[in-house]
């Protein structure tokens, strides 16, 4: 929901985390949590209905496939439109319907290969402005483009 709502500023880590929430849902019941059937078809009507919803968190959890209490709940706790209100990860972590199941000690062997290879794959810092700065100085008809691009992309996912 920050990020639909224009905020300059918020944190990556916990938008990320709804928007687990939101693929979650879809492995799970295999349609979109803020979509309705008989939804408007017009790409600008339903954007503005769906919109709204996640603003909202204005979803439910169809009765096929039965799911569990613990699941619903998790959802409850991810799907939370205030940051401040919603699962961390090490919430997610400890949740029943995410624990259950796993071996004894497989969490610390994830804390165990990030130790290990603490900057591998990272970029250096040089490299980040180089590209931030090669960003920067794309003309205003490439980012018209690039704009356009998004945008018919944007379109499709929303049509299809």
Request: aromatic share 6%.
């Amino acid at each position: 929901p920050e990020v639909i709502s224009g905020l300059r500023s918020y944190d990556g880590q916990l938008a990320d985390i709804w928007s687990c929430g939101c693929v979650l849902y879809v492995m799970i019941f295999c349609e979109y949590p803020f979509e309705r059937e008989g939804d408007p078809t017009t790409p600008h009507r339903r954007n503005a209905i769906v919109s709204q919803r996640i603003r909202n968190a204005d979803y439910r959890i169809p009765d096929n496939p039965p799911t569990s209490p613990e699941l619903k709940d998790l959802l409850s706790k991810i799907l939370v439109v205030d940051p401040k209100h919603r699962a961390t990860i090490a919430d997610i972590i400890r949740h029943p319907w995410f624990s259950r199941g796993l071996p004894k000690g497989v969490l610390d062997m994830n804390d165990k290969l990030v130790a290990e290879k603490q900057h591998a794959g990272y970029q250096s810092e040089a490299e980040i402005r180089a590209i931030v700065d090669e960003a920067a100085e794309a003309s205003p008809a490439q980012n018209r483009h690039i704009d356009s691009m998004i945008d018919e992309e944007f379109m499709d996912i929303t049509e299809g």
